[in-house]
């Protein structure tokens, strides 16, 4: 079931000469977690606060929970979309105890408002903080208590400003997970604003990814990772290689070899075959199906990346096992486990 719906949505702020976001439209289902990505002024802000209506839009339409809350510059107050917000610096009230943070958002006509705030404090593993204070608690524990804070009174839709980002590199993982286990228990549907491909990829159902206030695509982390629609898209989520290659019927000739392929078939002109590092095998020996000569071996602890150079001295990056010896070897194998096919020209 649809939760949320965009029907061309635009925003241009009065002093600004381009548009924030244009002409944005998507769907979000009920119990998704969507990412917003896109480099720093995409416009990711500005549309989760359009849709918290926190802005308002010049154009198009929003529709949350089948209700329309926006209709150009006509829109429903924020305080009565049911959007559940959670903010980059969490935006809790340092002179209340955490109990009585999570009981403020809460409706008037509640008629046990304690026990949702501490049943909702428990869910987020805070059963035994209720008393503490903001300034008491790890960065990681306030910000559970501001995701208590949001969820509490069931919210249609959570949104939620670079939930990671005040996390130190060795808590986010953990936290990553936590977070989507909690938001996935309740059910609440959510969208999360971030500018670390690692935090949608590894958090998000879907991602979507916007280019100056243009949406790109939105897709699967898989599908957006392996089939971008265009190179803005590939290159946003880390380096692609490109070997270009001359197809045949069975396959396509390359600098580093020949490579069976059916889709070879389709093109009769030149093309260019785009595999990312982690999506080739390399072999520390020659007679595979591409060769190459190594020009620069990278030893990062958990892997290593192989630059590998063809005859003419263009260059492929292979991400491999860290234990893969190579040393001695000047000459190496490697082949494609994925690649993509695109025209040349
Ligand atoms: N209040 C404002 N007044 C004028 N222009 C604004 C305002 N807020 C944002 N902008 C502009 O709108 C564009 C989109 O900004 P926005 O903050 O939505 O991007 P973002 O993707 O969230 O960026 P970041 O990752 O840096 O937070 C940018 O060009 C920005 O300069």
Redesign the pocket.
């Known amino acids: 079931m649809t939760i949320l719906e965009l029907q061309s949505v635009e925003k241009k702020?009065s002093?600004?000469e381009n548009f924030?976001v244009k002409d944005v439209s998507f769907k979000v289902t009920s119990g998704e977690i969507l990412a917003l990505v896109?480099e720093?002024?995409?416009?990711?802000?500005?549309l989760l606060r359009l849709i918290a209506g926190l802005e308002h839009p010049d154009n198009g339409i929003i529709y949350l929970s089948g209700n329309k809350i926006v209709e150009g510059r006509k829109s429903v107050p924020s305080n009565q979309r049911k959007v559940g917000m959670v903010f980059q610096d969490y935006a809790l009230f340092p002179h209340l105890t955490i109990l009585e943070n999570v009981k403020f958002g809460l409706p008037k006509n509640l008629p046990d408002p304690e026990k949702v705030a501490k049943d909702t404090l428990k869910l987020v593993g805070l059963s035994e903080n209720f008393s503490k204070y903001p300034h008491q608690l790890s960065g990681g524990q306030q910000q559970r208590v501001a995701l208590a804070r949001a969820i509490a009174p069931q919210p249609s839709i959570l949104l939620m400003d670079e939930p990671f980002s005040n996390l130190d590199a060795m808590l986010k993982d953990q936290v990553r997970e936590e977070i989507r286990q909690i938001i996935k228990k309740t059910g609440v549907t959510a969208i999360f604003?971030t500018?670390d491909t690692r935090d949608a990829l590894s958090t998000a159902d879907r991602i979507a990814i916007l280019h100056k206030g243009r949406l790109q695509q939105i897709d699967s982390p898989r599908n957006l990772y392996e089939k971008p629609v265009n190179a803005y898209v590939a290159n946003f989520f880390g380096k692609r290689n490109e070997i270009l290659a001359t197809p045949t019927v069975d396959g396509f000739y390359t600098p580093f070899g020949f490579i069976a392929d059916e889709r070879s078939k389709q093109y009769s002109e030149k093309v260019r075959l785009l595999f990312r590092p982690e999506h080739a095998t390399l072999y520390n020996e020659v007679g595979q199906v591409l060769n190459g000569s190594i020009f620069k071996v990278s030893y990062y602890g958990d892997h290593q990346i192989v630059k590998l150079a063809d005859e003419d001295g263009k260059r492929v990056s292979i991400k491999t096992s860290p234990h893969l010896d190579l040393s001695n070897l000047t000459q190496v194998g490697f082949s494609l486990d994925y690649f993509e096919v695109e025209p040349a020209f």
């Not at 720093?40 to 500005?46: A, P, R």
């Open positions: 702020y002093q600004a924030a896109g720093s002024g995409s416009g990711k802000t500005t604003v500018h």
